[in-house]
């Protein structure tokens, strides 16, 4: 640990009350001191990455809060304070009245070289957007991109600074940011105006900002990028899908609109007459997945990994990983396994048969689906599911009833594929663990039997064996599937009969 690191920790140690900041100094590996939690009532925690320290036996009480209160910055309108000219961040938890009951002490730390395994792409110039969850490092590295940009660059930066985790608290900012400026905004809910008139009144040619989350930040974003100047920012969200199908942020990435073609274009493609587009050119030409520390996944240029991903073209981000050594590795993700696990999927059944007495492991992608409740729901029942982020990737696919009937490209992709697609009714735990033991019972509905069937009549058309098939009778939600399925083969069909007998029939 550097001087500059050891007199940041002592700045958050000394505002506890003297008898915890004895007992963090006490602890070991203080290097990786992430959090200290104080809660009325509640013992005092350190916590650590995989680890948690109880600092005393004693409760906090309320003149522990007010001690530790008095010895920092002032609380802002999102609840945090912080300590001047340091990286350190402290949140407040408040009762019904206001007042504070809870503190959460997060140690900031100012790291150098973290850029370096993406150190070419920010000397590109290109606007670039981080993504990755709570805690991965995004702040971290944006910090140290805007030290690269002034310090190494001669770049003029602004950082627009809302809650201070970039450039620390009190007026002078934290030499972290190297000669990068930074402007502070008042209350979260001006982030957007401080962005345009950073522009306005300052001349930037790189702007660096942490956590656009709001309509109005992505649209001052874009008014930024129009401008010419080099954004560099985070957002909410793990992965690109993610934007996609969030309606507030999809316009970082340029937007996505449904387009309805004419007949001859729509048979020129190949596709529905209906058919997903990008709306306009992204505000970032570069993302970043930070998948973990010193560990990326880059979309070099989004606005064509968008335009693939609507097409249901598949896309492979470039994989960096940064060793100990300071060498950074580079891959091309999944390209190298697609056509082996193609093959798989259509030839061989891999989820568990009726009888086999043992489950095996399903992979299961959900789409429009919440992670969180689809984990949850596995463990409650038991069930042994591994969540996959690709649904080419995935033994079986679930999702929401009004996803299925858009027929998004890749739960096209994964239906001509094979791979069996299950649908909740609703994004509600209890549907959620319906459609899971559906899929460990095995119990198909009559969607997924009637495309079988669809299937094997499009596999007999096309290789001769018969010249056309007629399929069961069928209702018009599941026809216009099965019209689908045969248009996207290159075949012909029609329905024929009177309902409740109506069906499908195919044709060369």
């Known amino acids: 640990m550097t001087t500059i690191e050891r007199d940041d920790l002592d700045a958050i140690l000394d505002a506890l009350p003297p008898d915890l900041g004895q007992r963090v100094r006490a602890l070991v590996d203080l290097d990786g001191l992430l959090e200290i939690v104080m809660d009325l009532g ?46 350190h961040r402290i949140s407040a938890l408040r009762n019904r009245s206001g007042k504070v009951v809870g503190l959460t002490l997060r140690v900031g730390r100012a790291m150098y070289g973290t850029m370096e395994i993406i150190r070419d792409v920010v000397e590109a110039g290109k606007s670039i957007l981080l993504l990755g969850r709570p805690g991965v ?13 002034a310090d190494d660059l001669k770049k003029r930066v602004v950082v627009v600074d809302t809650s201070n985790e970039i450039a620390g608290d009190g007026d002078i900012p934290h030499p972290g940011i190297g000669r990068a ?83 001859e274009e729509a048979r020129r493609r190949g596709t529905q007459k209906s058919v997903l587009e990008r709306k306009a050119p992204p505000t970032f030409q570069v993302l970043v997945e930070i998948q973990a520390y010193q560990k990326v996944a880059i979309y070099l240029d989004v606005a064509h990994t968008v335009d693939s991903i609507l097409l249901g073209n598949p896309v492979s981000p470039e994989l960096r990983e940064r060793d100990g050594t300071g060498d950074v590795k580079v891959s091309s ?18 989820l568990p048969q009726p009888g086999m007495g043992i489950r095996e492991t399903v992979k299961v992608y959900p789409f429009g689906i919440s992670w969180s409740r689809l984990d949850d729901a596995a463990r409650g029942l038991n069930l042994p599911v591994a969540i996959v982020r690709e649904p080419e990737d995935a033994d079986v696919v679930i999702t929401l009833k009004n996803y299925y009937r858009r027929k998004t490209p890749r739960l096209r992709n994964a239906e001509s594929n ?62 216009k599937m099965q019209h689908e399925l045969i248009e996207r083969a290159s075949l012909s069909s029609r329905s024929t009969g009177h309902e409740p007998y109506r069906r499908v029939q195919i044709s060369r």
């Open 42 to 87: 509640r013992t005092p925690e350190a916590r650590f990455a995989g680890r948690e320290e109880m600092l005393s036996h004693r409760e906090v009480t309320a003149e522990d809060l007010a001690y530790v209160i008095s010895r920092i910055g002032q609380f802002g309108g999102d609840n945090r304070a912080g300590i001047e000219r340091t990286l």
């Open 418 to 479: 094979g791979v069996p697609i299950y649908v909740a009714r609703s994004n509600s735990s209890s549907q959620i663990a319906s459609a899971l033991t559906s899929v460990f019972e095995l119990r198909r509905g009559p969607e997924e039997d009637a495309l079988d069937e669809t299937r094997q009549g499009i596999d007999a058309v096309s290789d001769g064996s018969r010249n056309e098939v007629e399929l069961e009778p069928q209702n018009a939600y599941v026809r």
């Open 333 to 350: 993700g999944k390209a190298s396994r697609e056509a082996a696990e193609a093959v798989e999927r259509r030839s061989t059944p891999r």
């Open 181 to 263: 400026r930074r402007m502070q905004v008042a209350t979260p809910s001006l982030q957007h105006a401080v962005m345009i008139e950073a522009v306005e009144n300052h001349m930037p040619e790189v702007i660096v900002i942490d956590e656009i989350g709001t309509e109005q930040e992505a649209q001052a974003a874009r008014t930024i990028a129009e401008r010419g100047v080099q954004l560099v920012a985070t957002a909410h969200g793990n992965a690109l899908e993610n934007l996609m199908l969030n309606p507030t942020l999809s316009d970082l990435i340029g937007g996505i609109q449904t387009v309805t073609l004419g007949d």
């Open 137 to 149: 490092g995004k702040t971290t590295l944006l910090r140290e991109v805007a030290r690269v940009l």
